[in-house]
């Protein structure tokens, strides 16, 4: 059973930075797609970034140039990298992740493509 954890959230002031991690468990990173998406209360969950299995990253517009998605295969982790933080990063920030191959059609920003999702962890950020 493929699990995902979370961690790496907190509080921080704007302009801050975080770094997320999602450890993964029977999971395979060269042969999947994983995703990082957000939900503040009261909003739809949205697609932060995505990688396929083929190493290709994929960025939200809020997103480019401040965050960067990764893998860490040896660690079996995926992480994400957040600079210049704002109050409206403020979320529960989710990983996900599906079993795919590399050249597929991904839709990395769609929630309901994913098989399994990680708990997530709560990213705070005031001004």
């Known amino acids: 059973q493929v699990q995902l954890v979370e961690s790496g959230g907190g509080s921080v002031q704007a302009g801050g930075s975080l770094r997320l991690s999602c450890a993964a468990s029977e999971y395979t990173f060269s042969s999947g797609c994983m995703g990082w998406f957000r939900q503040a209360p009261g909003k739809e969950r949205e697609g932060v970034a995505g990688i396929r299995s083929d190493g290709i990253t994929f960025e939200a517009p809020f997103a480019k140039g401040r965050f960067t998605i990764s893998i860490h295969s040896a660690e079996n982790t995926l992480y994400l990298e957040m600079r210049s933080l704002k109050p409206e990063d403020t979320a529960m920030y989710y990983c996900?992740?599906?079993?795919?191959?590399?050249?597929?059609?991904?839709?990395?920003?769609?929630?309901?493509?994913?098989?399994?999702w990680g708990r997530g962890t709560q990213v705070t950020v005031s001004s």
């Open positions: 996900a992740a599906r079993r795919c191959s590399a050249g597929i059609w991904y839709p990395w920003a769609m929630p309901s493509w994913y098989d399994y």
